[in-house]
């Protein structure tokens, strides 16, 4: 029989059980078992994690478990830099792109907006298709779903917390330092490519007639083709926009 003492700090209180929450507590178990799948079974996915003490001194996620030992884990201090090495050997990410799992596709059109590389799909992905990409293009995976973040393909990735896309998107701007690559009304919200100008000419017979008359300029997004302007929803996707730079400009002083 294995004992060993446990505590998590910060955020990572979230998905424990009330009762163990900021404090030390001892855990028995039968069988030899590694860092993370006992610290996964207490319920907190392993791309949460910065740093993990045993007995004072930094382990890593594949690390056995021995018994008597004292463990700390610790979440990353905001916001994330992901082109720094993390302290669990990550890869590092020197300029963050997503991939939104099946049920945010209002976060992923959100990211988008703000020129954000995220990748999302609302077809019926698979979690075990989520981590591959994820793990194969290099993408933070996010999710609300636990399971999925636990899955040892995925490298990088962060558990949503809040409900609302607006309030999603600023819990991410929040965690990660992503100031220097906004890039707002630059890429496509349906496929995600890259936004580009074309002549009005080119616009001609792939926008209403009205709106050609009444717009000077257009962009298109060569992957799927689709036009776009600054139309009636503009101001409204533009006041969002807003708010994010306001926020960003407060959070990055
Ligand atoms: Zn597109």
Redesign the pocket.
């Known amino acids: 029989m294995y004992t060993v003492r446990l505590c998590f700090y910060g955020e990572l209180n979230d998905f424990i059980v009330p009762e163990r929450r900021r404090t030390q507590y001892e855990r028995r178990f039968p069988q030899v078992r590694s860092l993370k799948d006992l610290i996964e079974s207490e319920g907190v996915p392993h791309p949460e994690i910065d740093r993990i003490l045993v007995n004072g001194k930094p382990q890593m996620l594949d690390a056995l478990v021995v018994d008597g030992d004292c463990i700390c884990v610790y979440p990353s201090e905001h916001p994330v830099d992901f082109a720094v090495e993390s302290h669990l050997g990550r890869p590092t990410l020197p300029t963050p792109q997503f991939m939104a799992d099946v049920h945010l596709g209002k976060l992923a059109r959100r990211l988008r907006l703000l020129g954000l590389d995220c990748e999302y799909d609302n077809l019926d992905l698979t979690d075990e298709r989520l981590a591959e990409i994820s793990h194969g293009e290099n993408r933070v995976l996010l999710t609300r779903d636990r399971g999925l973040l636990k899955r040892r393909m995925v490298v990088h990735g962060i558990y949503i917390r809040a409900d609302e896309p607006e309030a999603q998107v600023f819990e991410i701007l929040e965690r990660i330092d992503l100031y220097r690559v906004i890039r707002p009304f630059t890429r496509?919200?349906?496929?995600?490519?890259c936004?580009a100008l074309i002549s009005r000419e080119e616009a001609t017979s792939r926008v209403p007639p009205a709106t050609w008359l009444n717009m000077e300029t257009f962009h298109h997004?060569?992957?799927?083709?689709?036009v776009y302007w600054q139309g009636a929803h503009w101001d409204m996707l533009n006041a969002f926009v807003e708010r994010v730079k306001a926020r960003l400009a407060c959070t990055s002083v």
């Open positions: 496509c919200l349906k496929c995600n490519g936004l997004c060569p992957d799927c083709r689709r």
